[in-house]
């Protein structure tokens, strides 16, 4: 039954819908790289006072496999799993990383087929399908026994992943969205460094100033990118992805076209290269090769800038207004569990740890995202100064937008990417390829 309750909920995931990053999308890691991260990770002690859980742990065991998408977090992981073996050593946790674009095939066929992870991550646009699938368990019980409180986490991403009135996860991190920029190339430019209060327009001409007539630098990076990309310029646009009651398309407003043009006007202008080579080098490896000047990247993306040679080099700004107008797209990864683990006390415990402030505070001092749990946030700008992340805390207070999403956004999004790529690669107009997207994505919405 649950499998046909999975497939009825249209549960094929879209590959290439965009980057989510969310949410922690580290494009850059190959394949090999990946695998070569996974690792199995047990080790024991006493101590480690944290709010976590409550009492000993030695009682209960088990064996977790936790399945994750970003192997720049892998060393993160690893410190939470030392910690929480220290209250829990009889739970052995085997770490799972996988690449964007494995990750969700791993998913859907180990819930169709029985072998998924006991603990995986989770995303806003996939939530409901999961939930609705059969394949999650709520959690309301254990959280009603756990010094945990929903209170503590941002309202809008708690309720993200409660559904059908029932809670599936909390949020372990949070991201929003900033202009990463070289400041070498810049220097070397003699062009200022850009400001918080900075516009579109001055975005457009200082990567016009930045690109070089060989080719060897441009300015920015304008790929077809969903939550790094035009998500956040169709709201500060005026636009809408997705109508407020998830019922038709915003694809046929002036204001969302307007959005989205912008990026096309930036290829068009010669200041970007062009979108077949951002996908066959994806922006985030030629930003840090040195080609871009500036790149729209989450903040998740500092985890993987401390990795690399470019990290002295790089600073970060908040988005360029339009208009008048800010807007970035907020989101949060979830930690959910099988409904059929095994060990449910154990995988339970897991998750239990990864909300609470130690998991916290780890993700803070070691930049792996933005910390969900209330009170850690600000030690994550803290533990790096060298760079202006508090304009991520910012724009999530004061400017945040929540990344849109329905019962069937896989469907529509797919709808989304092979109409606007189109326009991307400057085969169609904006107008023709909102149009035909507005119609199928009203009859995705129709049938949820």
Not at 60 to 77: H, K, N, P, V
Not at 170 to 177: H, I, M, S, Y
Not at 234 to 241: F, L, M, P, Q, R
Request: net charge negative; aromatic share 10%; with cysteine.
């Amino acid at each position: 039954m649950r499998v046909k309750q999975l497939m009825a909920f249209g549960l094929a995931i879209v590959l290439e819908a965009g980057s989510l990053t969310g949410c922690g999308n580290s494009n850059a890691t190959s394949k090999e790289d990946s695998s070569a991260k996974s690792a199995v990770t047990e080790s024991g002690g006493e101590g480690a006072s944290q709010g976590d859980a409550a009492g000993p742990g030695e009682d209960i065991a088990g064996e977790i496999r936790y399945a994750f998408w970003d192997a720049a977090q892998q060393s993160y992981l690893e410190k939470c799993v030392e910690e929480f073996n220290k209250l829990y050593p009889n739970i052995k946790i085997t770490l799972e990383p996988s690449v964007w674009d494995e990750y969700w095939t791993k998913l859907e066929a180990g819930a169709t087929g029985g072998s998924i992870a006991d603990v995986f991550w989770m995303n806003g646009p996939n939530i409901t399908k999961y939930a609705k699938g059969d394949i999650l368990l709520p959690i309301d019980d254990l959280l009603a026994g756990s010094d945990l409180d929903k209170s503590n986490y941002p309202e809008g991403l708690v309720s993200l992943y409660h559904i059908d009135g029932k809670q599936y996860a909390l949020p372990k991190d949070f991201d929003t969205v900033g202009v990463w920029y070289n400041k070498q190339i810049f220097d070397e430019a003699g062009v200022p460094y850009p400001s918080d209060d900075w516009t579109w327009e001055d975005m457009v001409d200082i990567a016009k100033q930045l690109t070089k007539a060989d080719g060897s630098v441009y300015g920015i990076g304008a790929p077809y990118d969903t939550q790094v990309g035009i998500y956040n310029t169709i709201y500060a646009s005026g636009g809408e992805i997705i109508s407020a009651d998830k019922k038709s398309s915003g694809y046929d407003k002036p204001e969302t076209q307007a959005g989205v043009q912008c990026w096309i006007d930036l290829q068009e202008a010669g200041v970007s290269p062009s979108a077949a080579s951002l996908v066959e080098t994806m922006a985030n490896v030629q930003f840090l090769s040195g080609r871009l000047a500036m790149y729209w990247g989450g903040s998740w993306f500092l985890a993987q800038l401390l990795d690399s040679d470019l990290k002295d080099q790089v600073d970060v700004v908040e988005l360029p207004s339009i208009n008048g107008k800010k807007a970035t797209v907020i989101h949060g990864l979830g930690n959910c569990i099988y409904k059929e683990t095994k060990y449910p006390e154990a995988a339970w415990k897991w998750v239990e740890f990864l909300a609470g402030e130690t998991a916290n505070k780890l993700s803070a001092e070691t930049g792996a995202a933005i910390p969900a749990l209330k009170g850690t946030a600000q030690a994550w700008v803290e533990k790096n100064p060298g760079y202006n992340l508090q304009s991520f805390i910012k724009s999530s207070e004061e400017y945040s937008y929540a990344y849109p999403a329905s019962a069937n956004t896989a469907e529509w999004e797919q709808y989304q990417a092979d109409n606007l790529k189109k326009a991307f690669n400057l085969e169609i107009s904006v107008q023709e390829a909102c149009e035909t997207l507005t119609e199928q994505m009203n009859e995705v919405l129709a049938n949820e």
